[in-house]
């Protein structure tokens, strides 16, 4: 619930409705990745050569234990996919 007065919840709001009549949400799956984009198991490879060898299997069954686990290690991954 947005609070009285609170003009920028209002200008997100209605900037988030403006978005969604500009790009319909079918054509969010229609996203390819870059050709140049780099494969993300490959930089959690090269992570696991400076990492302790005893410790990798724990980090990577934490990272598996469900989706939003995987971010448990991202961050890496995140970086090399958005940087320029």
Known sequence: MLADGDDRAIHASSAGRAARQSVRRRDHAEW???????????VLREQDATRIPGLVPIRHGRMTADPFASYRGAGAIMAHTTSP
């Open 32 to 42: 390819d990745a870059p050709s140049q984009r780099g494969d993300p198991v490959a």
